[in-house]
């Protein structure tokens, strides 16, 4: 267990629908991130939220949304769905000082 | 704009076979270069860090080091469950935190 807990683990919906990803950093990280991992390409960043304010921002479609709660948690929002969103979602969380994050184990999006 | 660039794709080894992953980097101002494994399914799992050129950092069977341009992750004799997919990603230092990824070296080893 890495101490960042993702949920759901599996998530299946049709095009056109809306989910929400959660997820909870390690105790003590104030940065989330979210990253989206395709079959075709690597580990693509979408957005980081630190303390409750976005920090930075990648790719992230304008059909996705974030946000970070007050007790840390962070939520994945992603509507419209297509097909091709279909690929991991990870959160990693990460303490101050620039160090390397640590990942959950993934939610695992099919949009049929 | 900060890039990774992994290589080989894939490497199958037989038990006990050495061998080095490569890891090639454009970055601005590198705050950090850090290696993951990652089984398949499952999230990456944090293996090292290295800060500066000429700094090397082991765990087991595993070496990372590190130059002004690329890094390589040394693999002695390995075992099939060292079979895992290698992840290198930078962290650059203009005011951000976040990670850029390389597309990964998938190591299969065989007994």
């Known amino acids: 267990d890495s101490g960042v807990t993702q949920t759901p683990k599996h998530l299946i919906t049709a095009t056109g629908q809306r989910v929400t990803l959660r997820c909870s950093p390690r105790s003590g990280d104030l940065s989330v991130y979210w990253y989206q991992q395709s079959l075709d390409q690597g580990l693509q960043f979408l957005i980081q939220y630190y303390n409750g304010e976005e920090r930075a921002k990648g790719n992230i479609l304008e059909r996705f949304s974030a946000q970070q709660f007050p007790d840390l948690h962070s939520e994945l929002n992603l509507s419209s769905l297509e097909l091709g969103d279909s690929a991991l979602y990870f959160c990693a969380s990460s303490g101050t000082g620039g160090s390397g994050y640590t990942f959950g184990s993934g939610t695992r999006l099919t949009v049929v | 704009e900060d890039q990774v660039t992994q290589s080989p794709e894939a490497l199958r080894l037989q038990e006990g076979e050495s061998s080095s992953l490569n890891c090639s980097y454009t970055v601005s101002g590198l705050r950090g270069l850090f290696w993951y494994r990652q089984d398949p399914g499952k999230g990456p799992e944090f293996l090292f860090t290295?800060?500066?050129a000429g700094e090397e950092k082991e765990k087991e069977r595993l070496k990372a080091t590190l130059t002004k341009k690329e890094s390589f992750l040394h693999i002695t004799a390995p075992k099939p469950e060292d079979s895992a997919t290698y992840l290198c990603?930078?962290?650059?230092?203009?005011?951000?935190?976040?990670?850029?990824f390389g597309t990964g070296t998938r190591l299969q080893v065989f007994p």
């Open positions: 290295l800060y500066s």
């Open positions: 990603a930078v962290q650059g230092s203009y005011n951000t935190d976040k990670l850029i």
